[in-house]
């Protein structure tokens, strides 16, 4: 064979290389192209080798020159291809390639629950008349429930069927979902002495049956202020209070003789809602079997306390006319809050 025709098959063996490492978009098909050509056992290059056998002896060793610089150069190619597939793929982008420059998907933030926003906005405006915000457990025992708050063994609020009862072992003290947050009252007196200004806001539970103003579940908030020289007009200008700041100025309120066996004056605390009144709570002057209960003097201190219905105050504020729409789980309803 003629060394010009043996230089020639390695030009189109390099040419044919080239072209084809420029098509490569992948690792499969760089693999693909380095077998066709540099291949060990039938690569193209492999082949052209076989022929430097039958050069002149006096043109082998230029041949072999020649096939040495065109397997260098495949080798280099194909290095720079694995290298552009690697690092440098933004430089020519394939299908499936991430643009950055594309605006991201919407992040749909979720909000506050509006009786989480009720019991905030309540706890910020008592803060600001020093009332600091306690919690107490949503289980309890009969003494913080009830017996603390003057309300003896045979009293039917302490009913079975008033009351979500544990069940607890053969012997034990009953326990119960709390059925109302004065037994936050109790706690508090019992472990600091007056002068005290507190609010509690949590669950209570009650098997009542659900309508547009009850729910088995809901929450109050408890109010205590124990000071020397408080009187029932304390009181009510600290719920005034709290009922203007929540619901603004136009409020109208009323109280109306009630009784509660922790109170004494007891009073229920009703507002005005389209031409209606709806009763929030209750309310009066801590009775003095209570102060004793948790070793307060009743001669020396006295104070008041108040509860509130926070579904009720927040069904006001908010418009809703029945307050199973806050629990249903609606987020078409919960989203306008
Ligand atoms: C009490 O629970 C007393 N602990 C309130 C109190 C505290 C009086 C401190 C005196 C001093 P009552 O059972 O009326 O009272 O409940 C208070 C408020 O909770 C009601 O006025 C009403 O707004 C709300 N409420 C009662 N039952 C439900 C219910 N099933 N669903 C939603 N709100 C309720």
Do not use: C
């Amino acid at each position: 064979m003629a060394i010009e025709s043996f230089v020639a098959e390695l030009e189109a063996f390099r040419e044919a290389a080239s072209e084809s490492l420029g098509r490569v978009a992948d690792g499969a098909g760089l693999e693909q192209a380095r077998i066709e050509f540099l291949g060990a056992r039938s690569g193209r290059l492999k082949a052209i080798q076989k022929l430097l056998s039958g050069l002149v002896a006096t043109d082998r060793p230029a041949g072999g020159r020649h096939f040495n610089e065109a397997k260098a150069a495949v080798t280099a190619l194909l290095a720079d291809v694995q290298e552009r597939l690697v690092g440098g793929g933004a430089a020519r982008p394939t299908a499936d390639a991430i643009d950055v420059t594309l605006p991201g998907d919407p992040v749909r933030l979720g909000h506050v629950h509006p009786i989480t926003q009720t019991i905030r906005r309540v706890q910020e405006i008592m803060a600001r008349l020093g009332f600091e915000s306690v919690d107490g457990p949503e289980v309890e025992d009969q003494w913080h429930n009830f017996e603390a708050l003057a309300i003896p063994a045979e009293h039917p609020a302490r009913d079975p069927l008033d009351n979500f009862y544990l069940a607890v072992a053969r012997g034990a003290d009953p326990l119960l979902l709390r059925s109302q947050t004065s037994t936050v009252q109790i706690r508090v007196m019992e472990n600091r002495r007056p002068p005290l200004r507190i609010v509690s806001l949590g669950r209570v539970y009650r098997p009542d049956t659900a309508d547009a103003t009850h729910y088995p579940m809901f929450h109050q908030v408890e109010g205590l202020l124990i000071e020397p020289g408080t009187t029932m007009a304390h009181l009510k200008s600290v719920l005034r209070q709290l009922a203007s700041s929540f619901l603004g100025g136009d409020v109208h309120v009323r109280y109306r003789p009630s009784f509660f066996p922790f109170t004494e004056p007891s009073v229920e605390f009703d507002m005005q809602w389209g031409g209606r009144w709806i009763e929030m709570g209750g309310a009066g002057m801590v009775d003095p079997a209570v102060l004793a209960a948790v070793g307060y003097d009743p001669d020396e201190v006295s104070g008041f306390a108040f509860g509130l219905g926070v579904e009720r105050i927040a069904a006001r504020r908010y418009g809703v006319a029945d307050i199973r729409d806050f629990y249903r789980n609606d987020v078409r309803f919960l989203r306008q809050f």
